[in-house]
T-cell receptor
Framework: KAGVTQTPRYLIKTRGQQVTLSCSPI?????VSWYQQTPGQGLQFLFE???????NKGNFPGRFSGRQFSNSRSEMNVSTLELGDSALYLC?????????????FGAGTRLSVL | AQSVAQPEDQVNVAEGNPLTVKCTYS??????LFWYVQYPNRGLQFLLK??????LVKGSYGFEAEFNKSQTSFHLKKPSALVSDSALYFC??????????FGTGTRLKVLA
């Protein structure tokens, strides 16, 4: 079974631009979560999607948005990029939203904002 | 509010010695507790979880974790460390809101 695939692996953008990151979950998984990882902050939860609906949301500004498609693939968008948005963005999938579920992570997209 | 604390940024241990990586949590309701490991340029990999039952949970690669309800802790342990265990370790909790809350991570360095 293929794992979680995130594209692209690396991105360089400038302040003010917008960016879209993509995540393909493990086949059969319907829940997709997004995290921002920065040194010292650890992983911070952005949002979780299940069956094309946002189920949970973290404490990030409205510039961060996401969506999920009918095939469970998910995209995350960041508009009006700021220098502080430079981070590793991780996507994780699980079969459903049950609290005991393990999350399976992709390798991440490293975003650098110049 | 849910929270997870990993009080040590880095833990150094000699190969062959036992290791402990600490985690404490705060959550309303019954906690679901997890440990994940991250190797360089990789995503996180699941190690073990506590849902209910035995306080000592066994996981992958010889790791185990001890759940202590009174101390609200879930420390990760291994009896004999390997150099290949060197990585970044994250504790996580899911509580009533079902959001995954991760700690800031502890870098484990096993010295040969």
């Amino acid at each position: 079974k293929a794992g979680v695939t995130q594209t692209p692996r690396y991105l360089i953008k400038t302040r003010g631009q917008q960016v879209t990151l993509s995540c393909s979950p493990i086949s059969g998984h319907r829940s997709v979560s997004w995290y921002q990882q920065t040194p010292g902050q650890g992983l911070q939860f952005l949002f979780e999607y299940f069956s094309e609906t946002q189920r949970n949301k973290g404490n990030f500004p409205g510039r961060f948005s996401g969506r999920q498609f009918s095939n469970s693939r998910s995209e995350m968008n960041v508009s009006t990029l700021e220098l502080g948005d430079s981070a590793l963005y991780l996507c994780a999938s699980s079969p459903d939203t049950g609290p005991q579920n393990i999350q399976y992570f992709g390798a991440g997209t490293r975003l650098s904002v110049l | 509010a849910q929270s997870v604390a990993q009080p040590e940024d880095q833990v150094n241990v000699a190969e062959g010695n036992p290791l402990t990586v600490k985690c404490t949590y705060s959550v309303s309701g019954n906690p679901y507790l997890f440990w994940y490991v991250q190797y360089p340029n990789r995503g996180l990999q699941f190690l073990l979880k506590y849902i209910t039952g035995d306080n000592l949970v066994k996981g992958s690669y010889g790791f185990e974790a001890e759940f202590n309800k009174s101390q609200t802790s879930f420390h990760l342990k291994k009896p004999s460390a390997l150099v290949s265990d060197s990585a970044l370790y994250f504790c996580a909790v899911r509580g009533g809101t079902y959001k995954y809350i991760f700690g800031t991570g502890t870098r484990l360095k096993v010295l040969a």
